[in-house]
């Protein structure tokens, strides 16, 4: 399994202490940031634009991990991608099947930027398994998408072990990703699943931001 990557979501970001937690994050641990990207329509919670993300990419040397949770992923790839975008992830659920879906990870790929296919908690992770080369991460909802702060459904980690099984089989080194309700007792348990790449808000945030991303990786040792 791949080195274990803590990528923080600043949905929820102290936006009163924008500049002092960006350089807490930058002295942390963490190496990627998360940025929830939802349209209102996709889910009914409306956060950030590609200007959010670009401000960002130019404020902290950390891989701009965008979650995008909105219908046409298409059009808003394209978005981020000019906007610094390192990784744009996509719901499986926003596009027609899963040719579309193959095709949008090629495309975004063919910006030079990785790209990764999330799913729902209730949608299986199965029609993925053959197409796993052709995808650099896999998100594996642990909540519902749409809002911060909610429980982490355990049962999913059957979905992380099915994925962290196919790609060890076949040697590949698509990440998996794991998004909600993330914590140290529930991190132990996807990392234990299966995945190599850790999604948390809360945790981070509502604490000392180093303390927290140092107690998540010390986790895979």
């Known amino acids: 399994m791949q080195e274990l ?18 350089k807490e994050l930058d002295e942390s641990g963490a190496k990627w940031l998360h940025f929830d990207v939802m349209d209102g329509h996709f889910v ?3 956060t950030f634009g590609p200007d959010i993300c670009k401000g960002f990419s130019q404020a902290v040397d950390m891989v701009m991990d965008v979650h995008l949770m909105v219908t046409d992923p298409w059009l808003i790839s394209n978005l ?7 990784l744009i992830t996509f719901h499986l659920e926003a596009v027609k099947d899963m040719e579309d879906a ?3 990870c090629k495309h975004i790929r063919a910006q ?24 650099d ?7 519902e998408p749409g809002f911060g702060g909610q429980s982490f459904k355990s049962e ?19 990440r998996i990703e794991i998004d909600g309700g993330i ?10 699943a299966g995945c190599d790449t850790l999604v948390a808000g809360s945790y981070v945030f509502k604490h000392n931001i180093k303390a927290a991303v140092d107690a998540l990786l010390c986790l895979k040792q």
């Open 5 to 22: 990557v803590i990528s923080p979501s600043i949905l929820s970001l102290d936006y009163a202490h924008v500049s002092e937690q960006l």
């Open 102 to 104: 193959l095709a949008l």
């Open 137 to 143: 991460l896999v998100l594996v909802m642990s909540v």
């Open 183 to 192: 914590n140290d007792e529930t991190a132990k348990a996807a990392i234990a």
């Open 44 to 46: 009914p919670n409306l």
């Open 112 to 135: 030079g930027v990785m790209a990764g296919i999330s799913v729902k908690p209730n949608t299986s992770a199965e029609a993925l398994l053959p197409y796993l080369d052709q995808m």
């Open 156 to 174: 999913v980690l059957e979905k992380v072990r099915l994925l962290r099984a196919e790609i060890e089989a076949r040697g590949l080194n698509t």
């Open 80 to 86: 981020f991608i000019k906007a610094n975008a390192d």
